[in-house]
């Protein structure tokens, strides 16, 4: 079996290491990140299978992480926080966040949340994960990473792939510059529209 990856978001060292080591198991692999750049520069490299995530954060608060991170994936969101108030958990679910957790917390009651949306996760993983796309014209086999032309195999570039598998992974949805070029190029490159303009004319 793979094993599970998470990653931790705090800007205390000292919790990073205790949900380090109070998580890592044989099967489980933790990771942390103490900002929001580090934190999507790691997201982006580990691709976790959830998130464990502070509110309070020396450069971008955890409302922002979260609001960004659910932009570009649907990978579950424990917010672990100080924060108590009614306002924070409201906000913080209509963000996206799958589960609100106060400090102090038992860290049984971590993981058991860590394992109900863990399973949750697997359960709605076939029904979301799009197959691809398929007509008379063109063929996109997201299992198998090829793409087809009438037939025959298209000369994509590594970087056109991804941008037009995240096109196709998000069928009918509308989805602004910012998070086709954090999900395909990365979080640094936000900012650089003119990406888009050039690829999407690549691929047409």
Request: charged share 30%; aromatic share 6%; net charge negative.
């Amino acid at each position: 079996m793979p094993s599970i990856k998470l990653l931790v978001i705090d800007d205390d060292p000292a919790m990073c290491r205790l949900l380090e080591q109070a998580l890592t198991r044989k099967d489980v692999v933790v990771t942390t990140a103490n900002s929001s750049k580090e934190s999507l520069r790691v997201f982006f490299a580990e691709r976790p299978d959830l998130v464990i995530l502070d509110i309070r954060m020396p450069d971008e608060d955890g409302f922002e992480i979260c609001r960004r991170l659910r932009d570009l994936s649907d990978v579950p969101i424990i917010m672990l926080t100080a924060l108590a108030e009614d306002e924070s958990l409201v906000q913080a679910l209509t963000l996206g966040a799958d589960d609100y957790v106060t400090k102090p917390f038992h860290i049984a009651v971590l993981r058991a949340k860590i394992e109900a949306l863990l399973r949750r996760s697997r359960l709605r993983q076939p029904i979301d994960q799009p197959v691809g796309y398929s007509d008379s014209y063109l063929t996109v086999d997201l299992a198998q990473r090829r793409v087809l032309v009438k037939g025959e195999q298209a000369p994509l570039s590594p970087t056109e792939y991804r941008l037009l598998a995240a096109l196709v992974e998000r069928p009918g949805q509308l989805m602004t510059y910012g998070q086709l070029l954090e999900q395909v190029w990365g979080w640094e490159y936000r900012d650089q529209t003119d990406y888009i303009h050039v690829y999407i004319s690549r691929l047409r």
